[in-house]
């Protein structure tokens, strides 16, 4: 799989919700398990500027075509995050600039250390991008697929129409990534046996860390449990299978497994 950095760059936009009537949120709102997904993903899409913090002061960042992408790549999870605050607000709930000073002032202390470790470990591998591109097709996957879950269980129509128009633009990061991901681990037998041991070790669903235990834990349930949730979360592992060196992690069941 190729991606053309040169198009991406043509057509990437901020999220076109003009013509979304948020105000049928109060005629209709959603229901409170939908809510508490729609604070989470708010809280962790405008969190993407601090993952980027972590991948620039890497030797990523001397790499033209990464850094071009992920600047346009932090500007629409911006905008991501701000049509889902839209939502919030209709339904009288916090969101915004104030809710985000707030889910950073309660950061653990060892977030400020982040950036030192990953420039670290940068330091001393060749190989630490290819496993920021494999994390980052992993996490695409699942918030693309975790987008779709949530359409589907709120069934509402306005909410279904904003969300696909943001996993369109999340289907173009996951192809950059996994474009990505596929070169860099087929290159080298050192980044496929880091990026397995990073992997199995420390992954977890996309705002662990972030976002309290118990919301982690619902969110993966919620979305990802029960029959047609696991489903989906076994498409995301198979998706992982097919990267070079990689087959058999079984992350996403194994965080469903945990969060259950």
């Not at 909410?159 to 128009?165: A, C, N």
């Not at 996993?167 to 996994?178: S, T």
Request: glycine content about 8%; some cysteine; charged content about 25%.
């Amino acid at each position: 799989m190729s991606f053309d950095i040169d198009t991406y760059r043509r057509i990437s936009a901020k999220l076109d919700v003009d013509d979304i009537d948020f105000g049928a949120f109060r005629d209709r709102p959603l229901p409170p398990e939908a809510l508490r997904c729609l604070r989470y993903m708010h809280d962790v899409e405008n969190h993407t500027v601090c993952y980027l913090r972590d991948i620039l002061v890497t030797r990523a960042h001397r790499d033209p075509e990464i850094t071009s992408f992920l600047t346009f790549w932090n500007y629409e999870e911006h905008w991501h995050g701000e049509a889902i605050a839209k939502v919030l607000a209709a339904h009288g709930e916090p969101a915004g600039a104030g809710r985000i000073a707030t889910l950073r002032q309660r950061l653990p202390k060892r977030d400020a250390w982040r950036p030192l470790a990953f420039q670290l470990a940068s330091a001393v591998t060749p190989h630490l991008t290819a496993v920021h591109m494999t994390w980052g097709a992993v996490n695409e996957w699942t918030t693309q697929a975790g987008y779709a879950r949530l359409a589907q269980r709120a069934d509402h129509p306005v909410l279904s129409d904003l969300l696909r128009r943001i996993m369109k633009q999340e289907g173009r990061h996951i192809d950059f990534y996994a474009s990505q991901a596929k070169g860099r681990l087929s290159e080298s037998r050192a980044a496929q046996r880091l990026t397995r041991r990073a992997l199995r070790r420390f992954w977890a669903p996309v705002g662990s860390g972030v976002m309290p235990d118990e919301e982690v834990r619902f969110l993966s349930t919620y979305l990802f449990g029960g029959e047609d949730g696991l489903g989906v979360a076994e498409r995301i592992d198979r998706r992982v299978d097919r990267l070079p060196g990689l087959d058999g992690l079984g992350l996403m069941r194994g965080a469903v497994a945990t969060a259950a």
